[in-house]
């Protein structure tokens, strides 16, 4: 079977008699209700059809315009999809018209890639995006990612990525939304609204594909791909609810992960993938494996052989299998010995077929081609990147206002090995993003403080390694400076990916150039550009200013300057927690409690985070006032309001993120210290005022959900928490 996928052979030719043959079916028919058309084109599929359909394919990396040939040649247009990586609309358009023209029943391939931050703009990686706690911005940077990936000829991206994430060892913390249940919820929602649009048969619109589903972020110590024991407690009550959001929000795909879930690994397990997934939400969709999860069923130890993991996943609910060649090579004897039914075969295409015709491809199977310059980086664009950017960039301290830079400062040692960076500070997974569109720290800060003050630069040292012959020159360009701001950071694949690292302090190197620095005596910023939470023990002593500015993409430079200048007030909270060391992990806001809370911690830390999720300061100060509750006592079946006032009690403008907690001190299953139910983030003008509201919902907020995904609401007391406050009611049965 392996030929047929690369070269048109006997078992394909004879059904490559165009598509005349079959006069006016139904399947064609755009009028026709879209269920009837795919029954029809099931009908009239043979075997080796539909087993294509279950196909993903990629020809590799190389879109060298003369290599269009071969790609051509070698692209068989029966396959169900690409994972597409070339930027020209055109090879899509005429790969696809060799799927529409040139196979009997002319079904479209489905075009996919990885858009996980953008696609040439660059926007930051979704760690920060969650820290903007703004899912507008959020939802605005998926439509971009989706227009310009349109228009390079794809139908659907692999984002978003919804892994609740609370070991920041596992370099794949980048891609998600944080630590947070209810926070990866809304942004997962924000992020299909972004990529799918009104109707994802629209133009500009692409399919989203929620992954990985599920658990993957529990590898164990937070290696990738690793084991992940995963208590059905915890499966329902931290992992599934960001997935029902998505799919509840249209989400057309999921990808299901690499990981073992408990000994039944994700890529082969009916309970998730068939019994929650479809039946009890009801996805209508497909699922596509991740790359080669179908193989790793055999090293994982539960399938002795391809052809066994070809039939695990199948049956449990894989749809499409990417690039691993098993479904193409073994479904045709499984089928035929009767291992795996014609109508898990028709249910699969089924599927993949509906997503095809929701986003138009039967009667819209091209792209429009229009020139480069009116694809990608448009302003509009880059002013969403720049506003995205600086607000997930959290200040985490600011001791005697050191920040923001005016005029108190002329000169300025601006040094570090991110400050001159195009490629690092885009991330993983910088889709098509190029080094040559990057706007560096150092151009944007040369542009900001133009006539304002002095930048004096020194590199310092570089990423990692040992070589402090850099010191000596970014000491003197400290000495003559009024202050100094330091850009420290990760490369882009030491997150993401295979990204997982034993310790989350940056190298050593790095912060004995700190430490060197210190001797001029002057103030310090830290700028931390990284793809996740890092150990600040010893680097949080030395500095008095620190901004997480994460990985922010194509408008690196504007947005880094204008939190320094006070352009952006900033406004990011984090999305995560950032430990004292490595060996607290895992720790995040919403543990359960110990049975003895004032014992047990680490001896030789201290107790608390250095930075708890929900962390961030701003230039202006916000006051809030006490939390008011429209009732102290409601029935299950009513709501209560919760509001407070904040006042900018400081002389800038800024934008506030109100987060409000909800606890349940005794409830049958244990709750956690605190669970986020509802933020909101508005705009505050400097001495004015705003009310926050939060409408409790007891169904939605006030209960649990249990080992088996039943949800439960026991009455008793509760607490609202906001900033610190803590009010109680009662709810009563
Ligand atoms: C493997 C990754 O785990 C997944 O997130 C990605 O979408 C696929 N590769 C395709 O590139």
New binding site residues.
Partial sequence: MKKIFLTLTAVVIPFLTGTAQIKNPIYKDKKAPIEARIENLISLMTLEEKIMQMNQWTYGKNANPNNIGEIMKAANPEIGSL?YRSTNPEYRNQIQKKAMTETRLGIPIIFGF?AIHGYRTVFPIPLAQACSWNTELVKQSCAITAKESWLSGLDWT?SP?LDVARDARWGRVSEGYGEDTYANSVFAVAAVQGYQGENLADKYTIAACL??YIGYSLSEGGRDYHYSDISNQTLWETFMPPFEAGIKAGAATV?CG?NDISGIPASANHYTLTEILKRKWGHQGFVIS??GSIRNLVEQSVAKDLKEAATKSVLAGVEMD?VDNAYLDYLPELVKEGKVPMATIDEAVRRIIRVKMKLGLFENPYVDVVPEKKRYLLPEYLKVAEELAAESMVLLKNKKQTLPITDKYKNLAIIGPMVKDSVHIMGFWEGMGRPEDVETIFDGLQKEFKNKATLNYALGCNFEGEDKSGFAEALAAAKKSDAVVVFLGEKRNWSG?NGSRSTIALPKIQEELVAELQKAGKPIILMLSSGRPLELIRLNEMADAIVEIWQPGTVAGSSVAGILSGRHNPSGKLSITFPQTTGQIPIYYNMREAARPDLGHYQDIPRDALYWFGHGLSYTTYEYSPIKLSKTKIQKGEKIIAEVEVTNAGSRDGKETVQWFVKDPFATISRPMKELKYFEKKEIKSGEKVVYRFEIDPMRDLSYLDSVGVRHLEAGDFYVIVNNQKIKFELVD
Avoid: V
């Fill in positions: 994972l990885d692999f990525m992954k990985h990808m690499f991740d790359w990417m990916e």
